[in-house]
């Protein structure tokens, strides 16, 4: 019998073979972009001044980490993010599962998703400034109000498409109407609520902050445009590829641990 | 009707001898490979041939790998080894002279009615007011008028076979493969469907390669049938059909070779223990 | 790298697919219960401004910001202000369209295209791209190249992972009949992936476009000589804060026309859609 061995070979071809096109692919293309990066203000075609090389960024990057102002902002900023989106969860969730399963809260809230979908949450920073003040509470509401759209959506549509005879059958063994809002609409509308929250995340961020380097007083946003305005690029770009990449690891963060918690979700979020 | 069936021992191309097959398949294997999982053999050396103006059918329990046989000979998928040839010619790839129909009709959703059977003429280069002349003449050959402006959406499923079918035959194509095409219709329109296919190969005379798991649509459509054992697939045997043409159901299965055919065959089926 | 997005309910019938109304009542109740949001933003709106609790420098009364906007048609610089942001939003917008289908046609269909671009992709989306606005303004300067690039960086992503999605998932033997009926692969690429995908990618055109316009008025508001991003960031800096309501009442008309306008867009090109029956 030299069949088994014959086949554990070829697996074993075909593993590296996989491996190799898997990661060499990717490998290259990340290569190549920072490779640019690195060689573009070395061959000066851009202004090494304003656009620092890889390498020098990377090592600046490093004194930022290491920058006890940069950590404190870091703190302040996922504080308040924190709690905006907790906020968010809280009002989010509950609220669109409800308009699945009401047909009047669904008609009453309907027309204020569509109407304020498209406006820009980032153009009322400074209206909420003028009404809340500089502190903690208007960058708060600015990362609630970009989160709840996707949050609302997404847990209505998933609400919406749970199967009838689902609910049917947990009000026939003697469930409360509550009572399956949660025990059995919320957890099959679970995988739709958590690629809505994984889309609020991104939006979220994104408004914290663009608040941040509107309102100035504190914050990571406020710390980068602070060195902008220094006209300090290593430091600049530093820290933007900082944000970028915490951005990154958070969203990778949120993906590996929902995987990670609900080992029963098909597919992905 | 002196004999009806009669099973093959030696091998299809034997069988053939002194003419050309349109269609022939010679040792023909498939090994689905993917990363990280055990290969997984849907057919074993495969022989099979159909002559010019025939009608053959494919029948085996479901899952057994005759769709996949028909995808090599369509030339969508790979054969492991072994080779399918068309005209003698080595099948690489998809080509117009081998039209396929699929058990999903596999219409494009975002096309009319017309739009789905012209798609094809376009690729051929005719003028647009031929395209429609063809289409509307393949669209009355499956007895379709009046829904050329219908979305697919808005059809039944045996009218969206029946769009599938003509969509197929618009390119004059030499060879039909079907996949188990009225395998998602009602018993009813299947048995009409079942009629209008064999009214539109007498006038056509396409070689016909036809898959299906029904033991009755098998006998009634073929002239030669290949029994495929359970997964990894080879023939069982191969069966002529040799009742008169042009068929009719009720005499048919008023035959009495009929109920001995329909059980000989069953028995290939279901005694597959091996 | 399936991200499902969540569609945005459409709450009004598109106008080329709009249902017959009956009467005149019929219509005006119609017309109530799409724009109550907005009648009951101007109803509170009106009241509080009244009521006292706070200053009309605070919150000026509609009336006020009426005032200003009317003042500001007059002048012109209210349509100046509107019509660069929107020029400014719909190029970036364009451009988002203009990279983000083809590149996602081929990263759903071509798999070394998907190997390379995967994992730049998958970094660059969630990334808060203001961080990167410093950046676009050293490359790009501070005129209207570097706030199109901002739109464009917020549009991008969207529309890209839309795309790819849909494309990766079209019914092989859709590609398949084609490819029977003597298709080429581009060709292939052209009529069957494109329209099968369309849905998703002018779902993700939706997303984009509020990408876009958010894009387009953050950077305006961080650095620029002009657009309604500048009108804001000045009206703050110079205490006009009428100017800064008509501002967000203005970018906000941009949105909802845009809005509706794909909405539109969209029931024309989808007719024939399961969805599109009602």
Redesign the interface.
């Known amino acids: 019998m030299t069949r088994p061995d014959r086949?554990a070979i070829r697996a074993a071809i075909?593993?590296v073979a996989?491996l190799a096109?898997?990661v060499a692919?990717?490998?290259?293309?990340?290569a190549a972009?920072l490779l640019a990066w690195e060689l573009a203000p070395r061959l000066g075609l851009?202004r090494a001044a304003?656009?620092p090389p890889f390498s020098r960024v990377f090592a600046e990057a490093g004194t930022v980490l290491a920058d006890p102002a940069f950590r404190a902002e870091v703190g302040g900023s996922a504080l308040r993010w924190a709690l905006g989106f907790a906020a968010a969860l809280g009002i989010g969730v509950p609220l669109g599962l409800v308009m699945a399963r009401s047909r009047f809260v669904r008609?009453a809230v309907?027309?204020?998703?569509?109407?304020?979908?498209?406006?820009?949450?980032?153009?009322?920073?400074?209206?909420l400034?003028?009404?809340f003040g500089i502190g903690t509470l208007a960058r708060v509401i600015i990362v609630v109000l970009a989160c709840l759209?996707?949050i609302v959506?997404?847990s209505?549509?998933g609400a919406d498409a749970v199967e009838p005879r689902l609910i049917w059958s947990a009000r026939g063994l003697g469930t409360s109407r509550l009572g399956t809002l949660f025990r059995v609409v919320l957890p099959a509308a679970l995988p739709?609520v958590l690629?809505?929250v994984?889309?609020a995340?991104?939006v979220s961020?994104?408004a914290?902050?663009?608040a941040e380097?509107?309102i100035r007083q504190s914050g990571v946003?406020a710390y980068?445009?602070t060195y902008?305005d220094l006209g300090d690029?290593p430091r600049?770009?530093a820290?933007?590829a900082l944000?970028?990449?915490a951005?990154?690891l958070?969203?990778?963060a949120y993906v590996r641990g929902v995987k990670f918690g609900l080992r029963w979700l098909a597919?992905?979020? | 009707m002196a004999e009806v069936g009669q099973t093959h021992t030696t091998t299809a191309s034997a069988s053939l001898a002194g003419r050309v097959p349109k269609l022939q398949a010679e040792d023909v294997g498939k090994v689905f490979t993917r990363r990280g999982r055990d290969p997984v053999p849907a057919l074993r050396s495969v022989d099979l041939a159909a002559r010019p103006g025939e009608f053959v059918s494919i029948l085996g329990p479901s899952g057994c790998g005759k769709s996949t046989f028909l995808y090599i000979a369509a030339g969508f998928v790979a054969a492991s080894h072994g080779v399918v040839r068309y005209d003698g010619v080595p099948v690489r790839r998809p080509g117009p002279e081998r039209g396929v129909v699929f058990q999903e009709f596999a219409l494009f959703p975002w096309k009319t009615v017309l739009g789905n059977v012209t798609y094809g003429l376009a690729r051929l280069g005719l003028g647009r007011a031929d395209r429609a002349d063809r289409a509307r003449h393949y669209l009355e050959m499956v007895n379709l008028g009046g829904v050329e402006k219908l979305y697919p959406k808005e059809l039944s499923g045996g009218m969206k076979q029946r769009v599938a079918l003509a969509r197929t035959l618009a390119t004059d194509p030499d060879v039909l493969l079907m996949d188990e095409p009225f395998g998602a219709l009602d018993a009813q329109t299947r048995a009409v469907l079942q009629v209008e296919l064999t009214g539109i190969w007498q006038r056509t005379r396409k070689t016909v390669l036809f898959v299906t798991h029904s033991v009755e649509e098998a006998i009634y459509l073929s002239d030669r049938i290949y029994v495929f054992s359970p997964r990894p697939a080879r023939v069982r045997a191969v069966i002529d059909v040799e009742l008169d043409r042009p068929r009719d159901r009720e005499r048919m299965l008023a035959d009495p070779g009929y109920p001995l055919l329909h059980r000989r065959i069953w028995d290939l089926l279901r005694d597959d223990t091996s | 790298m399936a991200r499902p997005t969540p569609t945005i309910p459409a709450t009004t019938p598109a106008p080329g697919a709009s249902t017959p109304r009956a009467s005149v009542g019929g219509a005006v109740t119609w017309l109530a219960v799409r724009t109550y949001p907005v009648l009951l933003v101007l109803a509170v709106w009106q009241v509080v401004a009244h009521s006292g609790a706070v200053t009309a420098f605070t919150l000026p009364a509609p009336r006020q910001v009426w005032d200003q906007a009317v003042l500001g048609w007059r002048s012109g610089t209210l349509i100046d202000a509107t019509t660069i942001t929107l020029v400014r939003i719909l190029g970036s917008f364009a451009l988002a369209l203009a990279v983000g289908v083809p590149l996602g046609l081929l990263m759903g269909r071509v798999r070394p295209v998907r190997r390379m671009a995967r994992p730049i992709v998958s970094f660059f989306f969630p990334t808060p791209k203001v961080a990167i606005y410093p950046a676009l303004v050293i490359l790009f300067g501070l005129g209207t190249a570097s706030k199109v690039a901002m739109g464009f960086a917020e549009a991008l992503f969207p529309i890209l992972l839309a795309t790819t999605a849909a494309a990766s998932q079209v019914e092989p033997r859709m590609i398949w009949s084609a490819a029977g009926l003597g298709t080429s692969r581009p060709g292939i690429l052209l009529r069957i992936v494109l329209p099968a995908a369309l849905p998703a990618i002018l779902t993700g055109a939706r997303i984009g476009l509020v990408g876009a316009i958010t894009g387009v008025f953050v950077a305006e508001l961080i650095v620029a000589a002009d657009g309604l991003g500048h009108t804001m960031a000045i009206g703050y800096r110079t205490l006009a804060t009428a100017d800064m309501y008509l501002t967000v009442v203005a970018i906000s008309a941009i949105g909802f026309t845009l809005d509706r306008l794909i909405l539109a867009t969209r029931a024309r090109l989808l007719r024939w859609t399961p969805e599109a029956e009602r």
Do not use: C, N, Q
Request: glycine share 8%; charged share 10%; hydrophobic share 60%.
């Open positions: 086949s075909r593993a996989a096109a898997g692919a990717p490998a290259a293309g990340v972009l851009v304003s656009v008609h309907e027309p204020v998703l569509t109407m304020s979908y498209p406006v820009p949450k980032v153009a009322l920073i400074l209206i400034v003028l009404l759209i996707p959506i997404s209505f549509h739709s690629s809505g994984r889309l995340i991104g961020i994104f914290l902050m663009a380097l509107m946003g980068l445009f902008y690029s600049v770009w820290t933007a944000i970028a990449t951005g990154f958070l969203d990778a597919g992905e979020i």
